[in-house]
Structure formats: C-alpha cells, structure tokens
T-cell receptor
Framework: DTGVSQNPRHKITKRGQNVTFRCDPI?????LYWYRQTLGQGPEFLTY????????KSRLLSDRFSAERPKGSFSTLEIQRTEQGDSAMYLC????????????FGEGSRLTVL | QKEVEQDPGPLSVPEGAIVSLNCTYS??????FMWYRQYSRKGPELLMY????GNKEDGRFTAQVDKSSKYISLFIRDSQPSDSATYLC????????????FGGGTRLMVKP
C-alpha cells in the first residue's frame, strides 16, 4: 500500500503522560500536514512541513505539542503532559509540490486520555 | 461564526435518491474547493476537487461552486448504501502551505 501510513492507530494514555504519533507520507510528496479532529467536527489544521522545514503552526498547537520531520521523510507529533482535552483523532496528510488542494489523508491516530 | 458552515444532518435517503449536500463560507479568498468522504473511524478520502466557480462531474458525483454566493454543493445521483458516510467540504485560498479549512461534515445515511 502506497498511501499515507499512521501509527499507532489508537493510543490510550493517562493524563500527564507523553505520547508520540508517527506519519509516513506518500513517498514522492514533499508536503506533510497534521490535523486534529474531534467527534462530530471537521479536521482542524495544526501544522505543516515542506520537506524538513516546519513552515506554519496553528495557534491550536500549544507548547505541549511538538512536531518534527527529520530528513523530510516521516514525521512525528509528540504531545507532552497530555490532558483530557487532547483526546481526538490526529490526522496526517501529504501532498506534492505546488498542488493546491489535493491532500491525501492517512487513517488517523486516535488518542484517548483518561 | 465559523468560516465554513455545513449542516451536520443526519440526512437519511432511500437508495437511488439524488442527494444534495451544501456548504456556505465567509472567506472570499477561498479559491479551491474540495469534498471529502469519511467513513466511521477512517481518514477523509478526497472525492472532488474544484477550482473557482463552476461545475465538475465525476461519475455519480457533481460538484458546484458559486463564489458570488459563497456556496458550494455536492450532488450524488443514484445513491447507494455504500455512500453512507460523513461528507466534509474543505476549501483553501491557495496561499503558501495550502492549509484547508473544513466544514463540520454532514452525515449521510442511504437506506436499502
């Protein structure tokens, strides 16, 4: 399968713990995006990378959140000191070059904070 | 008020019906308009992509954009039970980064 791959698919953690999600984009795509989706809502933009450079961050991305994309390939999203309000689906998407709209999403990583 | 508004539904129709899904938006900078389909506990899947105003057809799906009214639509002809999903509209100004702004999604149920 050559689509966007996300791991783990589901993570249950206790409040205050740190969690990390990984995204492997479609191989030729140089742009990578993280979105967050809560139940009954549409996805909300968190951050995006062009190659290894993080070029935009939403104000939704508090200082407990950090994203990296070393070498411009896979990306990780870490949430430190999780809170119950962090419970959501974290979606990764990728796109190619200057394309304007055709984002391809992964299956998502669902976070449940107890 | 949200930048993109979408009726959450649920919308229930019999198999074979024509379905009309709609979104309104407030940001006149949006130029690129998309419809994604999302099955339960899955990631969004791109269905239709349209630039500026006009219509686009792909099989049973037709997307319409009316920028003057800030209104977009997705029509599904001959709806099937497998079309039961949440439909998300999304749009972008096409600026650097191309961040998408999504509607909240409309849940569609097609009954056999």
């Amino acid at each position: 399968d050559t689509g966007v791959s996300q791991n783990p698919r589901h993570k249950i953690t206790k409040r205050g713990q740190n969690v990390t999600f990984r995204c492997d984009p479609i191989s030729e795509h140089n742009r990578l995006y993280w979105y967050r989706q809560t139940l009954g809502q549409g996805p909300e933009f968190l951050t995006y990378f062009q190659n290894e450079a993080q070029l935009e961050k939403s104000r939704l991305l508090s200082d407990r959140f950090s994203a990296e994309r070393p070498k411009g390939s896979f990306s990780t999203l870490e949430i430190q000191r999780t809170e119950q309000g962090d419970s959501a689906m974290y979606l990764c998407a990728s796109s190619f070059g200057q394309s304007t709209g055709e984002l391809f999403f992964g299956e998502g990583s669902r976070l449940t904070v107890l | 008020q949200k930048e993109v508004e979408q009726d959450p539904g649920p919308l229930s129709v019999p198999e074979g019906a024509i379905v009309s899904l709609n979104c309104t938006y407030s940001n006149s900078a949006f130029q690129y308009f998309m419809w994604y389909r999302q099955y339960s506990r899955k990631g969004p899947e791109l269905l239709m992509y349209t630039y500026s105003s006009g219509n686009k057809e792909d099989g049973r799906f037709t997307a319409q954009v009316d920028k003057s009214s800030k209104y977009i639509s997705l029509f599904i002809r001959d709806s099937q039970p497998s079309d039961s999903a949440t439909y998300l509209c999304a749009m972008s100004a096409g600026n650097a980064g191309n961040m998408l702004t999504f509607g909240g999604g409309t849940r569609l149920m097609v009954k056999p």
